[in-house]
């Protein structure tokens, strides 16, 4: 069974920085898009970054653009989102994603992506 696992979350300071990953099992991580998506508490799910196959491309929420930064290593099948500067509105649980249907980063802002993981609870308090 495919699964991704997200780990990292936790509790920071506004202004802070945190790290989150997700590590892909049972998957050819090199053939899929990967992204990160969060809800927060009342809110519906939104994209916040993807990243091609080999990392060559990217996309942002403009909410995010120039404070989060996504990564990849195939080698390890994981991806990573670096999160700098962050705000109390960044409270959310994030949702690593992946989908192979679609053939550019900013394509998975406006698909719901076929697999998921549990979720990553990240809290910025003011």
């Known amino acids: 069974q495919v699964q991704l696992v997200e780990s990292g979350g936790g509790l920071v300071q506004a202004g802070g920085s945190l790290g989150l990953s997700c590590a892909g099992s049972r998957i050819t991580f090199s053939t899929y898009i990967m992204g990160w998506f969060r809800q927060a508490p009342g809110k519906e799910r939104e994209f916040v970054a993807a990243?091609?196959?080999?990392?060559?491309?990217?996309y942002y929420a403009d909410s995010v653009k120039g404070r989060f930064a996504i990564a990849r290593d195939n080698a390890k099948n994981t991806m990573y989102l670096r999160m700098n500067s962050l705000k109390p509105e960044d409270t959310a649980v994030y949702y690593c994603?992946?989908?192979?249907?679609?053939?550019?980063?900013?394509?998975?802002?406006?698909?719901?992506?076929?697999?998921w993981g549990q979720g990553t609870q990240v809290t910025v308090s003011s």
């Open positions: 990243i091609t196959w080999s990392g060559e491309s990217t």
């Open positions: 994603a992946a989908d192979r249907s679609i053939s550019t980063a900013q394509a998975m802002a406006v698909i719901v992506p076929r697999l």
